[in-house]
Nanobody, 123 residues
Framework: QVQLVESGGGSVQAGGSLRLSCTAS????????MSWYRQAPGEEREFVSG???????NYADSVKGRFTISQDNAKRTLYLQMNSLKPEDTAMYYC?????????????????WGQGTQVTVSS
């Protein structure tokens, strides 16, 4: 599996901002589509935002206009800029990698989930 490490979570009051980061291990010849999910206590994990290898970005309706996903390929890092945070954004946030392209002879590591970073938004 490709290794993913999230960071940037924390506690913030409603209306505040956080910037999450997810850094992936270097894998030559393999391309992964990256995305963010979140899971609140007692709830199912839900899609938040994703960016495909072709640059297409997607957002859950609940975060459109507030969150921005981006990727720095040189740093192998995925970001999620979270603005105008609401209490309902409180959750464990996970980054996810899905194999999208193999451009080498050998197999690519499987996609994987990061360990998660906690985001807590208080009113």
């Amino acid at each position: 599996q490709v290794q993913l490490v999230e960071s940037g979570g924390g506690s913030v009051q409603a209306g505040g901002s956080l910037r999450l980061s997810c850094t992936a291990s270097e894998v030559y010849g393999c391309t992964y589509s990256m995305s963010w999910y979140r899971q609140a206590p007692g709830e199912e994990r839900e899609f938040v935002s994703g960016i495909d290898s072709d640059g297409t970005s997607n957002y859950a309706d609940s975060v459109k206009g507030r969150f921005t996903i981006s990727q720095d390929n040189a740093k192998r890092t995925l970001y999620l800029q979270m603005n105008s945070l609401k209490p309902e954004d409180t959750a464990m946030y996970y980054c996810k990698a899905d194999l999208s392209s193999r451009r080498r002879r050998g197999p690519c590591p499987d996609g994987s989930w990061g360990q998660g970073t906690q985001v807590t938004v208080s009113s």
